[in-house]
T-cell receptor, first 111, second 112 residues
Framework: TQLLEQSPQFLSIQEGENLTVYCNSS?????LQWYRQEPGEGPVLLVT?????EVKKLKRLTFQFGDARKDSSLHITAAQPGDTGLYLC???????????FGEGTQLTVNP | DTEVTQTPKHLVMGMTNKKSLKCEQH?????MYWYKQKAKKPPELMFV???????INESVPSRFSPECPNSSLLNLHLHALQPEDSALYLC???????????FGEGSRLTVL
């Protein structure tokens, strides 16, 4: 099984600040997905990146897949309280059998 | 219809009870999953059904028994559970295995 290390595990910031969440592995993944989960709900897919070096933007969120497809980052600009939640990265294993989840980043944005 | 529907949302059961969790999707997805999630932790994979056949069982205790009656439905039968089995049980589906997951809202299980 391939492993994904996600950092930081917890992040508490003020509204308007910027932040970056990292997802790292020594293994190559076929794709990397980012999910956000709010309390009492299931995770919701934000984005999928599949090409090394790929950058995708979703409003104030910027996602990047490393050139070697071993790491990814999520950058949020001008965070808002509505961004609060558990952010999960998940890598598609090259064997094609399952997704590997990172440990998650619990983000709290204070008004 | 882009939803995965799970019932019940909440379930409280004793250690001798038998209950079932249900999951339904009508997106034509051919892979369906059961995950277990503890508070502020990532989902842990339990079972994967691919084209209605069990393809992955992550060494889950036999007190959890999955069933896939057809391509739209997935059940998880529960029997003789332990208090440590209390968790959020998430169903998900994807068009293909390791594709993008669509999660339901989960069933919050409490075992007394």
């Amino acid at each position: 099984t391939q492993l994904l290390e996600q950092s930081p595990q917890f992040l508490s910031i003020q509204e308007g600040e910027n932040l970056t969440v990292y997802c790292n592995s020594s293994s190559v993944f076929s794709s990397l997905q980012w999910y956000r989960q709010e309390p009492g709900e299931g995770p919701v897919l934000l984005v999928t990146v599949v090409t090394g070096g790929e950058v995708k933007k979703l409003k104030r969120l910027t996602f990047q897949f490393g050139d070697a497809r071993k790491d990814s980052s999520l950058h949020i600009t001008a965070a808002q309280p509505g961004d609060t939640g558990l952010y999960l990265c998940a890598g598609g294993e090259t064997s094609g059998s399952r997704l590997t989840f990172g440990e998650g980043t619990q983000l709290t944005v204070n008004p | 219809d882009t939803e995965v529907t799970q019932t019940p949302k909440h379930l409280v059961m004793g250690m001798t009870n038998k209950k079932s969790l249900k999951c339904e999707q009508h997106m034509g997805h051919r892979a369906m999953y059961w995950y277990k999630q503890k508070a502020k932790k990532p989902p842990e994979l339990m079972f994967v059904y691919s084209y209605e056949k069990l393809s992955i069982n992550e060494s889950v205790p036999s007190r959890f028994s999955p069933e896939c009656p057809n391509s739209s439905l997935l059940n998880l039968h529960l029997h003789a559970l332990q208090p440590e089995d209390s968790a959020l049980y998430l169903c998900a589906s994807s068009l293909l295995p390791t594709g993008e997951l669509f999660f339901g809202e989960g069933s919050r299980l409490t075992v007394l």
